[in-house]
């Protein structure tokens, strides 16, 4: 396949580019830095500066879409905020303008989404059914995809990957929680009680694989691994892999103190299942429970 990709540079889309690569797809990456999208991505892979540079006559057989301002980096100022959402809504808006574009369509558009689509719901098991509850997380989620199903107008199969905590090594949240657990400094956020619902990084890739090649798929899926756990089962989990104590549970006002209303993802509680991967797909996860995939995530690797 020729595929384009939209942050293909960040901490999913290296891992799937390479991969990809080795399957014998053609990629192009965009990327504010294009020149060094070869030695990010593997050799072989274009780098794009910009979606207008694109001509009609040029052709994708699909098209993955995963651009976006990290979500952790920074308290969410207004300004921030208003980066967040344009990185995701209005350049899916852009590429939108660009598969108009086209001659010739592609046959498949996966654009992200993330599992803040479903707002904070305690203890209630979600499915990609369940009504929404309504924060800026629900919000961002909801425009950005809705932003990628304009290409149903075209025509194109549009998926919608709503992804969890992605674990796996050196990135994502994950990288920021080991100094203080490796100190030993590290520990539940409030009571624990918050459901997290992650998926280790090679199953994320896994699905989006399965998009590319199975056209049955279309629509919202839960990227998530099928066995979420509390916050508390989370910080056990990861300072048993570390071998160090989890003492220190951080307070609730704490963090609101120190990230302000960005406090709300880690706060918040989402007990996502991946029903529609499990009950149409039969998907088989590489890693179902967490000790495994934190045991991957944090060991010495060949990459």
């Known amino acids: 396949m020729n595929i384009l990709l939209t942050g293909g540079t960040g901490f999913i889309g290296t891992l799937l580019t390479r991969q990809l690569s080795g399957q014998g797809h053609q990629l192009t990456v965009l990327s504010r830095n294009p020149e060094h999208v070869p030695s990010i991505c593997g050799p072989g892979t274009k780098g794009l500066g910009r979606l207008e540079d694109i001509t009609p006559d040029q052709r994708f057989d699909a098209v993955i879409n995963l651009a976006g301002a990290p979500i952790f980096d920074k308290r969410w100022t207004e300004t921030q905020k208003r980066i967040i959402w344009d990185s995701r809504v209005l350049l899916t808006d852009r590429l939108f303008e660009t598969l ?16 803040g689509y479903y707002g904070n719901q305690g203890d209630t098991v979600l499915d990609e059914e369940t009504p929404a509850k309504d924060d800026f997380s629900h919000r961002l989620c909801l425009a950005w995809e809705n932003s990628a199903l304009q290409a149903e107008q075209l025509d194109i ?4 990957i709503r992804t969890g905590l992605v674990i796996g090594h050196e ?19 409030g009571a624990g009680t918050q459901w997290m619902s992650w998926i280790h990084r090679q199953d994320w ?24 756990v509390t916050n508390r089962e989370f910080t056990e989990t ?16 704490a963090l609101k103190l120190l990230l302000g209303e960005m406090s709300e993802l880690v706060l918040g509680s989402q007990r996502v299942m991946p029903l529609r991967l499990i009950n149409e797909l039969g998907f088989s996860f590489e890693y179902n429970d967490l000790e495994s995939a934190l045991t991957e995530a944090l060991s010495p690797h060949r990459d």
């Not at 990135?171 to 956020?189: A, C, D, N, Y």
């Open 100 to 115: 108009e574009r086209l001659v010739v369509k592609p046959e498949v558009l996966i654009s992200g989404s993330a599992i």
């Open 238 to 253: 990861l300072a048993a892999c570390l071998k160090r104590p989890a003492l220190l549970p951080i307070p609730v006002w």
């Open 157 to 160: 199969r549009v998926c919608l």
């Open 171 to 189: 990135g994502g949240l994950l990288q920021r929680m080991l100094l203080p657990f490796k100190l030993g400094l590290g520990g539940r956020i």
């Open 205 to 228: 890739i896994n699905v989006a694989c399965a998009m590319l090649n199975d056209d049955s798929m279309r629509g919202p899926y839960n990227a998530t691994a099928p066995n979420p």
